[in-house]
């Protein structure tokens, strides 16, 4: 995945990017990534859910740590980080709330897991792995130490 | 079992805000966890988030007020809320329409939410019993009963500076008996673990029983501010002079004003709050006011955030088509 981005960072003339994970797994991941790559930049931890579709239907979410993004964003680059891309809507609501920020100059979007079940058009642009996996599998990131994917089925 | 709640809906969720009375810790902690959440959003380039988009709120208020009722319109806005502001005194109550007709009307809008203050202690509760199910009723005031909001931006405002509830020792000091910011304060402290629970006030500013509600009574400004963490100042109404309740102004500040001496008993990095609006020279010295102690100001600016996430709160109880539909992986 790591050498997946700097090729994309390359190919796109990125430099000096900014590292955001969506909460929770996607921080743990950004967290690897911001690391690895020893940015001066502090890493940028969203949480979407004040930006859900889901609000009318499930109410607030229980658990909301505050978003923080301890930086100006406005022409920056983005790497915009999570670690399961299944339907697209938190990514949806990630780009929406990244913008109430200020006007960044681009997203590049890196998930661990690319799976199956789009319902909007959303793609990553760095992937660790694609699986093609039904509606009744689910896969999941445990962490923070030690991180490890978790498939399960329903009925 | 718990006793019924008119403020909770079946699945024990906060529907309507009307008193820090008969909540439990659990609710009252994520009232100030969401507002923690949201106090961010004051700080972006975009100082909105569209949780409460293509929603109403109202705003009605039947007895004058400043920053309660533009905290409360600014937290609408900044949920990306319609809000419109009702001034009872200039509307249809003085053509003599009924309180219950004032409310269908405003319900055939499809409004979504009645954020109330009103004179009389029962009000809002009352209101809550008469709207349609899908509506949900904030007190913000309602006589000398409940203030509830307020009390809850007091307890984040606290926990902000000293975040351990349970050893605190919080004084509140001031005409307790017409003080619905005081009864609101007391349960939501009381709730929430703290220790030791102070009033202070002359007989004549005190109800009767208030030692029921678990608080130690003091007389004297002394005595009771000894060693304590928290300062409630509260606003002396002019009114109580004219009914003879007080000698007079300046007898009241030389006994009870709050200044910059008398606080030397308190412990060295107490902080001092006020509700507002606040009589300098009556209840508080300027010096205290304006001094390094008051989080008067800090105060306002958390009322947005906590009406932001009562709002949130009790929108998000509204009546779910699929509950608990895939929560995560998006």
């Not at chain 2, 600014?74 to 003085?94: C, E, F, G, Q, T």
Request: net charge negative; aromatic share 6%.
């Amino acid at each position: 995945m790591k050498s997946d981005l700097d090729r994309y960072l390359e190919d796109h003339d990125r430099h000096d990017p900014l590292f955001v994970g969506i909460h929770t797994g996607g921080v743990w991941i950004a967290q690897r990534l911001h690391r690895m790559y020893g940015s001066d930049s502090p890493l940028g931890k969203l949480n979407i859910a004040f930006y859900r579709d889901d609000f009318s239907r499930v109410g607030l979410h229980p658990r909301v740590t505050p978003s923080n993004l301890p930086f100006d964003i406005a022409d920056r680059h983005v790497i915009l980080i999570d670690d399961v891309l299944y339907t697209g809507r938190t990514v949806r609501a990630a780009m929406n709330e990244l913008f109430d920020y200020g006007r960044l100059a681009s997203i590049c979007l890196a998930v661990l897991v690319d799976r199956s079940g789009r319902e909007l058009p959303v793609q990553a642009d760095v992937v660790g792995k694609s699986l093609n996996l039904d509606a009744n599998e689910h896969i999941k990131l445990t962490g923070p130490e030690p991180l490890a994917l978790e498939m399960t089925t329903t009925e | 079992m718990t006793a019924f709640n008119p403020q909770l809906d079946q699945q024990g969720r906060l529907k309507h805000f009307l008193s820090t009375e008969g909540l439990n810790r659990q609710i009252l902690s994520t009232i100030l966890d969401y507002a923690e959440s949201f106090a961010g959003v004051g700080d972006r380039a975009v100082k909105k988030v569209p949780l409460l988009r293509g929603k109403t709120v109202v705003n009605l208020f039947f007895e004058p007020s400043t920053r309660t009722r533009t905290t409360f319109e600014l937290a609408a806005k900044r949920l990306s809320a319609d809000v419109l502001n009702i001034n009872i005194a200039a509307s249809a109550a003085n053509k003599g329409e009924t309180l219950q007709d004032t409310l269908h009307t405003l319900e055939a809008m499809h409004c979504d939410m009645f954020v109330v203050r009103h004179g009389n202690s029962g009000a809002a509760h009352f209101i809550a019993s008469q709207v349609a199910e899908n509506i949900h009723v904030i007190n913000a005031g309602d006589g000398s009963h409940a203030h509830p909001t307020q009390a809850m931006l007091d307890m984040f405002t606290i926990r902000r500076h000293k975040p351990d509830f349970a050893p605190l020792r919080v004084a509140i000091v001031g005409d307790i008996a017409h003080s619905r910011v005081a009864r609101s304060e007391i349960h939501a402290l009381n709730v929430l673990g703290v220790s030791d629970i102070r009033v202070i006030a002359p007989k004549t500013l005190l109800p009767k029983n208030i030692e029921n509600l678990g608080v130690r009574v003091f007389h004297d400004l002394a005595e009771g501010l000894q060693d304590v963490d928290v300062i409630t100042m509260l606003r002396l109404q002019r009114e109580r002079i004219k009914n003879a309740v007080l000698p007079s102004e300046h007898e009241y500040f030389s006994c009870f004003g709050l200044t910059e001496k008398r606080l030397g008993v308190a412990k060295p990095d107490v902080i001092v709050m006020h509700p507002g609006p606040i009589n300098r020279g009556i209840e508080i010295d300027s010096q205290v006011a304006d001094g390094e102690r008051s989080v008067i100001l800090q105060q306002v600016s958390h009322g947005i955030a906590i009406r932001m996430a009562v709002m949130a709160m009790v929108m998000g109880s509204a009546p779910s088509e699929k509950p608990g539909e895939k929560a995560g992986g998006g």
